[in-house]
């Protein structure tokens, strides 16, 4: 098999009925001075549509894309125009409540905090976040943020503290050393237990390998069940374009949950109620 290409979908499993993480693009776009990649190709919005269709996935959920900033343009003008699309934004705490409040009408939900590999990460409980944190709560907007567990016990009581919505990103990254059992991943399921927070089943790729992204995956399933689990793709696999595929991205959940019910929920019920309604 050629590398970079994924076999064919298992026969049986169903498309995902919602993707809630991606990612769109052009190159022209102001990089920040700190992005840690640089694309090599554009991610546009029909591009997307055209894979989400392609694999018979049905709606999508943008998520902000660090490298570039708070230039939240390109994907505010998406969701205004697509319906069956949802975004994130990256925001400051300058951020006016107009501002966020035309942003929700465009078709945003929530913000982003992507704080893997971030030295400096912004203090959440003073008074410049507590403020924009309420306006997310006031919105009944979320917050999903990405980072390696060890360093999330501290965001999410802040969070949590802030009584706004919490997603994390990207199976929780457990400590690959200390597994399940670091204080990090443990902090995710009790936040799970009380009641406002999710994780997303998604870039399996970034794992140490597929065993290990599965592990996790089922991991998850075990103790946070499909009411608190939602599938994303995140293409078009930053940093991995030429080897990751968007039909592996189906087959991989399709490895980590195999009831097809299971998937159902997670990939469908869930992300739809969150998301939609």
């Not at 064919?8 to 840690?36: C, F, I, N, S």
């Not at 490298?67 to 951020?95: F, S």
């Not at 200390?178 to 406002?196: A, H, M, P, W």
Request: proline fraction near 6%.
């Amino acid at each position: 098999m050629t590398a970079g290409m994924s076999a064919p979908m298992a026969v049986g499993v169903e498309a995902p009925l919602v993707d809630v993480h991606a990612h769109v693009y052009t190159r022209d776009m102001p990089l920040k001075g700190t992005a840690w990649h640089a694309p090599t190709a554009d991610a546009t919005i029909e591009r997307y549509l055209a894979t989400l269709d392609a694999h018979g996935v049905v709606f999508g959920v943008l998520a902000a894309a660090s490298i570039y900033g708070d230039y939240n343009d390109y994907q505010v003008e998406a969701v205004r125009r697509h319906k069956r699309l949802r975004a994130t934004i990256i925001a400051h705490p300058g951020m006016d409540r107009r501002t966020l409040e035309q942003m929700k009408t465009d078709g945003v939900v929530g913000i982003r905090l992507q704080w893997r590999n971030v030295a400096d990460v912004p203090d959440l409980t003073s008074p410049e976040w507590r403020l924009l944190l309420r306006r997310v709560a006031d919105l009944d907007w979320h917050v999903h943020i990405h980072d390696d567990a060890p360093r999330l016990p501290a965001p999410l009581a802040a969070l949590r503290q802030a009584g706004v919505k919490i997603v994390v990103d990207h199976l929780g990254r457990p400590d690959p050393a200390k597994g399940f059992d670091c204080e990090g991943f443990q902090s995710i399921l009790r936040s799970v237990e009380q009641g406002r927070t999710w994780v997303k089943l998604s870039a399996g790729f970034r794992q140490p390998s597929p065993d290990r992204a599965r592990e996790c995956a089922r991991e998850l399933l075990r103790h946070v069940g499909t009411d608190r689990l939602m599938w994303g793709s995140d293409w078009p696999f930053a940093a991995f374009e030429s080897t990751m595929t968007y039909q592996r991205a189906i087959d991989d959940l399709a490895d980590w949950v195999p009831d097809a019910a299971s998937r159902r929920r997670i990939a469908g019920e869930t992300a739809l109620r969150f998301y939609f309604t």
